[in-house]
């Protein structure tokens, strides 16, 4: 099949090849007919897929040239980085023609956003907050708008913004509408999205729910703790030849700024690598993604919100350097390489607390993720005591989780501090009574100084679960 078989017209055609699309991928093959045909669509595709196209291009054909002042079309995403790349791919394929698009989104102030919208508009690409915050400035007619899209609406869920996308709902006519509904997963919620927002939806699928893309090599080392971890990170990221263009997801923003620093200062050098989460300024987050996208870096640091929708050409490698609570983020995190027909590997650490996920996670991915040895070379350390205290307390929650009946080794009500306490006092007792161990542990009789310093291990302890969440 060819772009020429679709009946898009001359301008478009023109800017498809520019943008070097030689032939529609499976979703473009089964969503342009319908949604040139005026059908309501539910289309369930990951990002790397050609998605964005499969519903850019027949809205722009239908759209076909500027006209009037008001919108005509909505596509609502997730995040400032997606609601730029629709746009941007807009801007691709739109350039032989006079539509006016342009993107709405927070975290920079919406007076040169509201001055594009008063020269007259076509195609509104928005977060759903900022569309909110716009429109209830009186700078958004709506009454001439005929396609709706949410995309990542799965996404969209997660982060909460169900709320204001039903206020939007409220006040754009419902007549005549076109609705088109992108997800890269299909839980039942998106499944009772989709009764409620579209009429007699045809559904598309590009890949079953939730499997991985087939162009990348899933591999998965065990690492008894996070200081390994960091060595391993570092040894994999020397290899600067092989590891060229390599994004590195963390859980939290803690971890990110920290393996940042670590990876900057001591493996990659500085000016080779960057990091993105919710705390970086949108300026910030907009160069780094360009510096990656363009090369100049090798190392991108990243969060899976900051991330979610990102398109990077040519990733390398995808290292997981935790894993992801929600697992579908693993689907979403590896999907990063691998793309357009290129070959990507995608690397995940794993430490015996995470085990337990990895098992949900192969589940959702119908395969198993080969394990790895680890590399001979690699300087594997002890696991401090609180780390190892840590991983346990998970792990016995994880078994309660499985099994409501068992009982786990750890008393549930008593909190960390006491337990990590309790545990050296009962060591000492062991010590002090010769290998004995008496059945309740009578810590609040320790000494001064050993308790400070009990106190201060946990203390530890507790800050390192925190940054761990
Ligand atoms: P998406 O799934 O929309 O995020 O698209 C992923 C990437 O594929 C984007 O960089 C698009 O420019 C690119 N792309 C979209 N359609 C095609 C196509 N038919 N052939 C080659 N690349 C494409």
């Given amino acids: 099949m060819t772009f020429e078989d679709f009946e898009l017209n001359r301008q478009l055609l023109n800017a498809i090849e520019e943008a070097g699309y030689q032939s529609p ?48 079309v909505l596509i609502l995403a997730p995040t400032r980085e997606l609601v730029m790349q629709i746009d941007e791919a807009i801007k691709q394929l739109a350039k032989y023609t006079d539509v006016r698009h342009v993107a709405l989104y927070g975290g920079l102030g919406p007076k040169t956003q509201i001055e594009t919208l008063q020269k007259g508009i076509d195609i509104i ?6 569309f909110m915050d716009i429109y209830l400035k009186g700078e ?16 969209m869920m997660d982060m909460g913004f169900m709320p204001q996308i039903r206020k939007i709902l409220e006040v754009i006519p419902s007549k005549k509408r076109q609705n088109l509904l992108f997800s890269a997963t299909f839980p ?44 391993l990170l570092g040894m994999l ?10 994004i590195i997801f963390c859980r939290s923003k803690e971890y990110a700024d920290n393996i940042f620093k670590f990876l900057g200062r001591k493996v990659v050098g500085e000016n080779k690598i960057r990091v993105i989460h919710a705390n970086k300024g949108q300026n910030t987050r907009i160069n780094s993604m360009e510096d990656f996208k363009e090369g100049n870096i090798q190392v991108l640091v990243a969060t899976d919100v900051a991330a979610r929708g990102i398109d990077i050409q040519m990733v390398s490698h995808v290292v997981n350097f935790d894993v992801p609570l929600i697992y579908e983020d693993y689907v979403h995190r590896i999907g990063r390489t691998g793309r357009a027909n290129q070959t990507g590997e995608a690397i995940t650490f794993m430490t015996e607390a995470e085990e ?20 001979a070379e690699l300087d594997v350390l002890d696991t401090p005591f609180v780390e190892k205290q ?43 009574a ?9 810590f609040g009789k320790s000494s001064s100084s050993s308790g400070e310093r009990k106190n201060r291990g946990a203390k530890k302890g507790g800050n390192s679960r925190k940054g761990r969440q």
């Fill in 356 to 375: 337990y996920h990895i098992g949900k996670i192969e589940k959702l991915i119908k395969m198993s993720i080969p394990r790895e040895p680890l590399p």
């Fill in 188 to 231: 039942p919620r998106v499944e009772n999205l989709s009764h409620e927002f579209l009429e007699f939806p045809h559904k598309v699928e590009v890949s079953p729910q939730a499997t991985t893309a087939s162009m990348v090599t899933q591999k998965l080392y065990q690492v008894p703790n996070f200081m390994t971890k960091i060595n």
């Fill in 125 to 130: 690409v928005a977060t759903p907050g900022r």
């Fill in 140 to 155: 958004i007619g709506v009454k001439e708008l005929k396609t709706l899209v949410l995309d990542e609406a799965d996404k």
């Fill in 25 to 72: 991928t499976p979703i473009q093959e089964q969503a342009i007919p319908l949604v040139l045909g005026g059908h309501d669509v539910l289309g369930i595709a990951q990002t790397g897929t050609g998605k964005t196209a499969a519903y850019v291009l027949p809205i722009l054909m239908k759209v076909k040239y500027a006209q009037g002042t008001d919108m005509r």
């Fill in 434 to 442: 010769g290998g004995k161990e008496s059945r309740k542990g009578n």
């Fill in 390 to 432: 840590i991983m346990l307390r998970e792990i016995d929650e994880q078994r309660k989780r499985e099994d409501p009946t068992f009982k786990g080794a750890f008393h549930e009500k008593k909190d960390f501090k006491v337990k990590a306490k309790e545990k050296e006092v009962k060591n000492k007792k062991q010590i002090i």
């Fill in 237 to 246: 990221m020397r290899d600067h030849e092989t590891f060229k263009r390599t």
